[in-house]
């Protein structure tokens, strides 16, 4: 979780002095953050988590800004993106390879292999599945591999088609809720937008290779979980009144 660390601490980067709650530190002290998490997340060598990361990161510093700065900010990014891949290609293609062969990569380190397992469970049991924490037991049986490899896969397997469709109901109605959060209002919204934003796009690039946030129990959920309640505060921050004026006034019983 290095580089969903990194998507957090880019987001109190580039927030300067938004407004929010909490305490606020140095800005030194959140590069300094940055430069640690990140570099643990690249030393993991996860592609999937690092890619995610990336995507993340790159939502956080979009939506923080607007206008020309967003146009500014992608030339950039475009540029930096291009030079790295001429100077270094051979180097950032052994450092993605991992010394895997090419039979790993062709099978997405026996991805594909796990995925057809799968399939042919989703097909005994279409529409609820063969129940929560049931793809481990199955996947470990067939591959020695635990767990989908994949969000969707994993609660095709476990909650069938009905689980998928709440599933996919609830992230869509997650990322809408939060992609139309109050700009202005009582509090200003827009860096708890941005991180939501930058954390969910983490967690579903990293779920294309990983369980992730299809499984009911490991760190991705509980990040998912947190950001439904994250969302829920900040939609209840953003309508709540300034001042007592705005306050409807209660009366109280006579004598009470």
């Given at each position: 979780m290095m580089c969903l660390a990194a998507v957090v601490a880019v987001g109190y980067v580039v927030g300067g002095r938004s407004d929010r709650p909490g305490p606020r530190w140095p800005p030194l002290l959140y590069w300094g953050i940055l430069a640690v998490v990140a570099g643990g997340g690249l030393a993991g060598h996860t592609r999937g988590a690092i890619l995610g990361g990336i995507c993340g990161a790159a939502v956080v510093l979009v939506t923080t800004r607007r206008g020309r700065a967003v146009v500014e900010i992608g030339l950039v990014g475009l540029v930096l993106v291009a030079g790295v891949a001429i100077m270094a290609s051979d180097k950032v293609t052994t450092y993605f390879e991992r010394g895997d062969t090419s039979a790993q990569l062709t099978t997405l380190s026996h991805r594909t292999e796990l995925w057809s397992v799968a399939f042919e469970s989703i097909?005994?049991?279409?529409?609820?599945?063969?129940?929560?924490?049931?793809?481990?037991?199955?996947?470990?049986?067939?591959?020695?591999?635990?767990?989908?490899?994949?969000?969707?896969?994993?609660?095709?397997?476990?909650?069938?088609?009905?689980?998928?469709?709440?599933?996919?109901?609830?992230?869509?109605?997650?990322?809408?809720?939060?992609?139309?959060?109050?700009?202005?209002?009582?509090?200003?919204?827009?860096?708890?937008?941005?991180?939501?934003?930058?954390?969910?796009?983490?967690?579903?690039?990293?779920?294309?290779?990983?369980?992730?946030?299809?499984?009911?129990?490991?760190?991705?959920?509980?990040?998912?979980?947190?950001?439904?309640?994250?969302?829920?505060?900040?939609r209840r921050d953003g309508r709540r009144p300034t001042s007592a004026a705005e306050v409807e006034s209660v009366p109280v019983p006579a004598g009470g």
């Open positions: 097909e005994k049991k279409p529409l609820f599945g063969n129940g929560i924490t049931a793809s481990r037991g199955i996947f470990y049986e067939e591959t020695g591999l635990g767990g989908g490899h994949n969000g969707a896969i994993n609660v095709l397997v476990e909650l069938g088609a009905v689980g998928l469709l709440v599933w996919a109901a609830l992230l869509i109605s997650l990322l809408l809720g939060i992609r139309h959060l109050p700009r202005n209002g009582p509090r200003d919204l827009r860096l708890d937008r941005a991180m939501l934003l930058g954390i969910m796009t983490f967690l579903l690039v990293d779920s294309v290779f990983y369980e992730g946030i299809g499984s009911v129990a490991n760190v991705a959920s509980t990040w998912l979980f947190m950001c439904i309640g994250w969302y829920v505060v900040a």
